[in-house]
C-alpha cells in the first residue's frame, strides 16, 4: 500500500511536469501596436514595393463593380450625382492620400511631385512631373500636361466649381510648364489635404471648350481611359497604355447599377477614393 502510494504521487508528479506549458498572455499593447504599424507601413508603403505594384508585365484583366447609386453624368467639376468608383481612376489630383492602411492620412506626390509650403503657410510653391500626358483621344490627344492645365482647372473651379470653397482664397502664379506657386490670403492648415481630395482632378481645357463641360467626356491622365459611358448605367473604363505610373495590372474597369453585384479586382494602385 505504501509503495502503491508512493508509485501514484511520482505518477502524479510526472504528469504535471508534462502537462501543457501556461499560456502568454495575447494582449498587445498599445506601443506594440504602434510599432507594429510602423514596421507594416515601411514594408508596404516603400516607393516601388507596395503591395499593389506588380512586378511583372501588365496583366490584361478587367474590373467590374456595381455602382452604390444611380450616376446622371460624369462631371467631378459640377458634382452631384457624377459617376464616382473606377472613374476616380480616370483623372489624378496633384497630390493624394497614401492610404495604405485605415489610418495613414498621409499625402504623397501625385500630378505634382514635390511641394513646399513657406513659414508662414501661405505660399506652396509646386514641381509638377514632366512625363504625364492627357488621355491620347481627341480633342487633347496624348499632349503632355502642364501647369497651365493646373491654372486653368482652378479658375473652372473658381468660376462656380463644387469644390470652389477649396480655392476661393487661393490665386496663382504659373513659372514654367512644371512649376507653379499657389498663394493664399490666409493660412489653412488642411489646404494641402483639399488639394489631394478625390475629387480635385485636373481637366483640360480643349474638352471644356469643344463640349462645354464634362457630362459625358472624361478624358484625365489617370490610369483608366472612358471607353464607354450610358448615363444611369454603365460606365465602362479601358487601361491608358501610356499612364506615367508604372506597375498597374488592371485592363478595364465596369461600374453597373446593375441589381446584381460583381467586381472582379485586378491590382489597381488607387482605390482610396
Same mark, same amino acid.
Given at each position: 500500500?505504501?509503495?502503491?502510494?508512493?508509485?501514484?504521487?511520482? !505518477?502524479?508528479?510526472?504528469?504535471?511536469?508534462?502537462? $501543457?506549458?501556461?499560456?502568454?498572455?495575447?494582449?498587445?499593447?498599445?506601443?506594440?501596436?504602434?510599432?507594429?504599424?510602423?514596421?507594416?507601413?515601411? +514594408?508596404? #508603403?516603400?516607393?516601388?514595393?507596395? $503591395?499593389?505594384?506588380?512586378?511583372?508585365?501588365?496583366?490584361? *484583366?478587367?474590373?467590374?463593380?456595381?455602382?452604390?447609386?444611380?450616376?446622371?453624368?460624369?462631371?467631378?467639376?459640377?458634382?452631384?450625382?457624377?459617376?464616382?468608383?473606377?472613374?476616380?481612376?480616370? @483623372?489624378?489630383? !496633384?497630390?493624394?492620400?497614401?492610404?495604405?492602411? &485605415?489610418?495613414?492620412?498621409?499625402?504623397?506626390?501625385?500630378?505634382?511631385?514635390?511641394?513646399?509650403?513657406?513659414?508662414?503657410?501661405?505660399? @506652396?510653391?509646386?514641381?509638377?512631373?514632366?512625363?504625364?500626358?492627357?488621355?491620347?483621344?481627341? $480633342?487633347?490627344?496624348?499632349?503632355?500636361?502642364?501647369?497651365?492645365?493646373?491654372?486653368?482647372?482652378?479658375?473652372?473651379?473658381?468660376?462656380? *466649381?463644387?469644390?470652389?470653397?477649396?480655392?476661393?482664397?487661393? +490665386?496663382?502664379?504659373?513659372?514654367?510648364?512644371?512649376?507653379?506657386?499657389?498663394?493664399?490670403?490666409? $493660412?489653412?492648415?488642411?489646404?494641402?489635404?483639399?488639394?489631394?481630395?478625390?475629387?480635385?482632378?485636373?481637366?483640360?481645357?480643349?474638352?471644356?471648350?469643344?463640349? *462645354?463641360? &464634362?457630362?459625358?467626356?472624361?478624358?484625365?491622365?489617370?490610369?483608366?481611359?472612358?471607353?464607354?459611358?450610358?448615363?444611369?448605367?454603365?460606365?465602362?473604363?479601358?487601361?491608358?497604355?501610356?499612364?506615367?505610373?508604372?506597375?498597374?495590372?488592371? *485592363?478595364? #474597369?465596369?461600374?453597373? +447599377?446593375?441589381?446584381?453585384?460583381?467586381?472582379?479586382?485586378?491590382?489597381?494602385?488607387?482605390?482610396?477614393?
Amino acid at each position: 500500500m505504501k509503495y502503491a502510494l508512493i508509485a501514484w504521487v511520482l !505518477l502524479r508528479l510526472l504528469a504535471a511536469g508534462c502537462g $501543457p506549458a501556461p499560456q502568454r498572455s495575447t494582449v498587445i499593447t498599445q506601443e506594440q501596436a504602434k510599432i507594429d504599424l510602423q514596421n507594416s507601413r515601411a +514594408t508596404s #508603403c516603400e516607393p516601388g514595393s507596395e $503591395p499593389w505594384r506588380s512586378t511583372g508585365p501588365p496583366v490584361r *484583366g478587367s474590373v467590374q463593380m456595381r455602382g452604390h447609386t444611380n450616376f446622371e453624368h460624369l462631371d467631378w467639376i459640377k458634382g452631384g450625382l457624377a459617376a464616382n468608383g473606377g472613374i476616380a481612376q480616370i @483623372y489624378n489630383t !496633384l497630390v493624394e492620400l497614401r492610404g495604405c492602411d &485605415f489610418d495613414d492620412a498621409s499625402l504623397v506626390p501625385s500630378l505634382a511631385k514635390s511641394w513646399d509650403i513657406s513659414a508662414d503657410g501661405l505660399t @506652396y510653391t509646386l514641381s509638377l512631373r514632366n512625363d504625364v500626358k492627357w488621355h491620347n483621344k481627341p $480633342p487633347v490627344n496624348g499632349r503632355q500636361f502642364t501647369a497651365e492645365d493646373v491654372a486653368f482647372t482652378i479658375d473652372l473651379q473658381k468660376a462656380g *466649381g463644387q469644390l470652389r470653397s477649396f480655392w476661393d482664397d487661393t +490665386t496663382y502664379e504659373v513659372r514654367d510648364p512644371y512649376a507653379m506657386v499657389l498663394k493664399r490670403t490666409s $493660412p489653412d492648415p488642411d489646404f494641402l489635404d483639399k488639394i489631394g481630395e478625390y475629387r480635385n482632378v485636373m481637366v483640360s481645357r480643349e474638352v471644356k471648350q469643344q463640349h *462645354g463641360d &464634362f457630362t459625358s467626356v472624361a478624358i484625365g491622365t489617370g490610369a483608366l481611359m472612358l471607353k464607354e459611358y450610358r448615363p444611369n448605367q454603365t460606365v465602362v473604363a479601358e487601361r491608358n497604355p501610356d499612364y506615367y505610373e508604372k506597375g498597374w495590372t488592371a *485592363g478595364r #474597369c465596369r461600374i453597373s +447599377t446593375a441589381t446584381r453585384p460583381s467586381c472582379f479586382p485586378i491590382s489597381p494602385p488607387r482605390s482610396r477614393h
